[in-house]
């Protein structure tokens, strides 16, 4: 590829979003280019980055799977199906754009954010009988979602691709086999072959509402990560900070005498830190009480440490509820009397469950709200104030310091990026759409499924985050969009360094080395050197009347900046396909 005849170029401004690291890095090196708030144009260098991405990606899923091309537009009938039309919060939807268009077909249709409802309709057209199972079938395509914050260059954003693959099963039996020995290797295999293996942890999370397993997501360690993930130390054990099983690091102050409970006035407060300095108490002395309201009616209070969130899904569990969610404003001030934020324990109807955080165990004196607007209480103590909880619970979101519950250790908590993840499905999507296969004994029985993504332009995203230096991008070998590039120094298209760079050019092509030539003669020679490092190509390789009158070419490993003098010969080499 001649750089001449790419229209993209480099750039020395800074991305629209230069806080990411892959969005800067990635448009100045005219890889990518933003259309509009999570949505890319991806140029001719990005286009071979994703490809080279892709092609490794699909060498290991025909080992496991078929590929297929799916529809984009989906029939909303087959989302009201699954009961998914109405509440995925990012599904779009695609209808006519002005009424010229709507006179010739004014239908509504689902636009993609994933193909549970393409794929299972499709697969039971063709499968009947339990000896047609198992199957899997994968494709790698465009998805689109309705992110409410698109950010962070392209490792989140409204259109993004995609690698779906879905697997059948006659049985839970074997769609646990294939979940864990199957498709967890073929994903360890890619990343480790695209530069991420040593750094990309297998981590558990949540398996959603249909799934008795954790799911399983591949986070990548980087410290510009969206994702909090908890290492149990001497164990390789990982979570993800939605469900990560956490003790609170101890806060201990039974040693004091108890005081009088007083209810303190202290209107428009924000935060505990503020509310901990007005009261001129500690942190750990706060407490909250967030009221909560389940599937079945039933109202909830849940209360935790001042420093800590509620984890919905610990607590789901706890109670044992299908979904829940934060009580509306009428529902609080019904409950408490008082305005939502100054929710306490004290006084709630026995209609109400309270669950108790293990963190807000072993205090005496301490804060909670007054159920009454713009008052706090303190010096509350258990047995006094409010009966003692005869169980405290794990609710809370954790926190860096907190302790490994079966090791009391702490945990060691790093930032990564979500860059795969697998899910059983049981069978959520089949019971949907009726799909049963015939069994053995002649029999109608279930069909479970599984599902498992890659984020192809994520992955992108996350190379850049990872592999870069001050200079530009540091693409490993099998991902770059040349293995070479090649910087002539020469004034004319006739001059000996331009003729041997060409060349040496069109010998590494034969040979199915790809290379980058820069035959942008009229550029200043620092420029050409400076979008080389920018680009992140493996190998550069500089001709010019001096390294001819040397050896011949200098040869710069860009991850290492070692440089070398070799002749042509050893030059064209020292690379290979």
């Not at 407060?269 to 009616?297: M, P, Q, W």
């Not at 100054?342 to 108790?356: E, F």
């Not at 955080?357 to 004196?365: H, L």
């Not at 490092?533 to 710069?556: F, Q």
């Amino acid at each position: 590829m001649f750089l001449s005849h790419i229209f993209a170029k480099t750039t020395k401004e800074s991305s629209t979003d230069a806080s990411s690291a892959n969005a800067d890095l990635l448009e100045r090196g005219g890889f990518i280019h933003k259309t509009m708030a999570g949505v890319y144009s991806y140029l001719p260098l990005g286009t071979r980055v994703l490809s080279n991405i892709e092609n490794i990606l699909r060498e290991e899923m025909d080992k496991i799977g078929s590929e297929v091309f799916l529809p984009s537009l989906a029939p909303v009938e087959n989302w009201k199906k699954t009961g998914r039309y109405d509440n995925v919060n990012v599904l779009l939807k695609a209808s006519p754009a002005n009424p010229f268009s709507a006179k010739h077909n004014d239908a509504e249709y689902a636009l993609g954010s994933t193909h549970e409802e393409i794929i299972t309709p499709l697969v039971q057209r063709y499968c009947t009988s339990y000896q047609d199972l198992p199957c899997a079938a994968y494709q790698i395509q465009t998805k689109f979602r309705n992110e409410p914050r698109p950010k962070s260059g392209i490792l989140r954003g409204r259109e993004f691709r995609m690698k779906d693959l879905y697997s059948f099963h006659a049985s839970e039996e074997d769609m646990l086999d294939y979940f864990y020995n199957t498709s967890i290797p073929a994903y360890t295999s890619f990343f480790k072959r695209i530069g991420l293996g040593d750094i990309t942890e297998v981590v558990l999370a949540s398996g959603g509402d249909f799934s008795k397993e954790y799911s399983r997501e591949f986070q990548t360690r980087c410290e510009t990560g969206e994702d909090h993930i908890f290492h149990a130390p001497g164990s390789d054990t990982f979570y993800n900070r939605e469900i990560a099983p956490s003790k609170a690091k101890p806060w201990d102050n039974a040693a004091e005498e108890e005081r009088p409970r007083e209810d303190i006035v202290g209107e428009g407060i924000i935060g505990v830190e503020d509310l901990a300095a007005f009261l001129k108490i500690e942190v750990e002395r706060t407490t909250k009480t967030l009221l909560f309201e389940t599937d079945t009616g039933q109202m909830v209070a849940a209360v935790v440490r001042g420093e800590y969130d509620v984890n919905e899904e610990k607590l789901r569990t706890v109670v044992g509820c299908k979904s829940l969610h934060l009580a509306p404003a009428a529902s609080v001030k019904k409950v408490t009397g008082a305005e939502v934020g100054y929710a306490g324990p004290i006084g709630l109807p026995d209609s109400v469950l309270v669950i108790w955080d293990d963190s807000t165990a072993g205090r005496k004196n301490f804060e909670c709200g007054a159920n009454k607007t713009n008052e706090h209480s303190i010096n509350v103590n258990f047995g006094t104030d409010i009966p003692a909880p005869s169980e405290f619970h794990d609710i809370k979101v954790a926190r860096e310091g907190d302790l490994d519950p079966e090791t009391g250790k702490p945990y060691e908590v790093f930032r990564a990026c979500e860059v795969g993840n697998v899910f059983t499905l049981y069978t959520k999507f089949s019971d949907a759409f009726g799909f049963t296969v015939t069994g053995a004994d002649g029999k109608q029985q279930p069909v479970y499924m599984g599902c498992y993504g890659i984020g192809t332009t994520r992955v992108m995203g996350v190379l850049a985050e990872v592999f870069h230096d001050e200079h530009g991008l540091l693409w490993p070998a099998n991902i770059a969009p040349a293995r070479v590039h090649i910087v002539p120094i020469a004034k004319t298209s006739e001059d000996k360094p331009y003729k041997e760079a060409l060349k040496l050019y069109e010998s590494l092509s034969k040979k199915g080395v790809t290379c980058l030539f820069d035959d942008r003669l009229n550029a200043t020679v620092g420029s050409r050197l400076a979008d080389a490092d920018l680009i992140g190509v493996p190998t550069r390789m500089v001709l010019s009347a001096k390294t001819l009158d040397d050896k011949g070419v200098e040869v710069k490993d860009r991850k290492t900046g070692d440089v070398q003098m070799l002749s042509l010969k050893d030059a064209e080499k020292s690379v290979s396909a």
